[in-house]
């Protein structure tokens, strides 16, 4: 029996600095059958960053004609002044031709999406401590200290949405959260909405 599904869409929220490009990173050297979508935004590139691989790197002219466009699948302005958003095309392509698509986004972008596509699986991703949080932020070393407090400050708020997503990994030990991301995205495979096609096979066969 051939499988006829798309693939899975997965959004992973969380504070900054708790390891969600970590793990998403580490989900994708495992599984080539998994994609990351590439968001736009208007912030500049931390040190090493790649336009086109982490970011593409946008002025805020071409951000909002994009916008105008209607280009995203969903966008936030957040930080002050930084907008964010995720490009519609590429995760449609990749989910009808069956691939995984993991979207790391903020939580108003989590809502957006969830709403757009209801079939999609949120998973908040958080550390063992608020104090763990903060000295990874640090210790990554991308951000000035002003900038750590004040997404320091936004985590608190997005621990409150917690409930409204589907799962909550924490990423304490690496490889031990990877394996909670693996056993969520085997579970939704079997999810009785997702097969569809089975039903409709077995009731053929039975014909
Ligand atoms: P995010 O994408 O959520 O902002 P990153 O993946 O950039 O976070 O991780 C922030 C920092 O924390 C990085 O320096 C990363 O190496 C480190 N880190 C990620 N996961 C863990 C973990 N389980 N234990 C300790 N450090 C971690
Ligand atoms: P960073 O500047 O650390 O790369 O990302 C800051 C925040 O923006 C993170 O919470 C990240 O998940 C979120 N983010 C990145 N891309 C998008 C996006 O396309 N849409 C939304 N809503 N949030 C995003």
Do not use: W
Not at 100 to 121: N, R, S, W, Y
Not at 177 to 186: F, T, W
């Amino acid at each position: 029996m051939k499988e006829q599904r798309n693939g899975l869409l997965l959004v992973v929220s969380g504070p900054s600095g708790v390891g969600k490009g970590t793990l998403v990173k580490a989900l994708m050297d495992r599984n080539s059958r998994i994609k990351m979508s590439v968001s736009a935004t208007t912030r500049a590139p931390r040190p090493g960053e790649i336009d086109g691989v982490h970011y593409f790197f946008k002025t805020e002219e071409e951000f909002k004609a994009m916008v105008d466009r209607g280009e995203f699948l969903e966008y936030i302005h957040v930080f002050g002044s930084k907008y964010y958003g995720t490009p519609r095309s590429f995760v449609e392509q990749q989910l009808a031709d069956g691939f995984d698509v993991f979207l790391e986004i903020d939580v108003q972008g989590a809502m957006k999406v969830k709403q757009a596509f209801p079939d999609a699986v949120l998973i908040f991703i958080t550390a063992p401590s608020m104090s763990e949080i903060k000295s990874r932020l640090i210790g990554r070393g991308t951000e000035t200290m002003e900038q750590v407090e004040k997404r320091f400050a936004t985590a608190f708020e997005e621990i409150k949405m917690i409930p409204e997503y589907d799962y909550v990994v924490v990423n304490d030990v690496v490889d031990k959260a990877v394996h909670h991301l693996e056993a969520i995205m085997e579970a939704e495979r079997c999810r009785t909405v997702r097969s569809a096609y089975l039903t409709e096979a077995i009731e053929e066969i039975g014909r």
